[in-house]
């Protein structure tokens, strides 16, 4: 994750991406620009940012590893998890990573209930017996 108080300047691009494949890094998150992102989707690097710009700035090397950041407003610490997908990203405290992964596999296997029977015929009302709460006007 990459603090950079959501600048328009990217700081991230193809060839870091390169890098970081060839490192093991799992993606990167930039409060921030990022450039070359049709190359970074086609390297299948996990890739967010703030904004997408084709100017970059030059690298320095400056910066810190390992230290708490603010990124949309919110701490990120070492260890935390960073879930996300094309709807967004969340950031789970590293204390609570484990019970939060099991709920969502809890929900996961409700909403797979769900769809099949929505699948067999019912509706999503049905299924989640919404009538009851609507009102009959």
């Given at each position: ?8 300047t990217a700081v991230w ?8 494949l060839v490192k093991g ?105 919404l009538e009851k709460w609507?009102?009959?006007?």
């Open positions: 994750m990459i603090d950079v108080g959501g600048g328009p691009g193809e060839l870091a991406s390169n890098s970081c890094v799992a993606g990167v998150v930039i409060d921030g620009a990022v450039r070359d992102l049709d190359t970074i989707l086609e390297l299948n690097f996990p890739c967010f940012s703030r904004h997408v710009a084709p100017h970059a700035g030059e690298p320095k090397g400056l910066g810190e590893i390992g230290s708490e950041i603010e990124c949309g407003g919110q701490k990120v610490h070492t260890g935390d998890w960073i879930v996300g997908d094309e709807s967004g990203l969340i950031v789970v405290a590293r204390e609570e990573a484990v019970e939060m992964a099991n709920r969502a596999l809890d929900v996961l296997e409700r909403e797979n209930r769900i769809r099949e029977e929505i699948k067999r015929g019912g509706t999503l009302s049905s299924v989640l017996e609507e009102q009959i006007r």
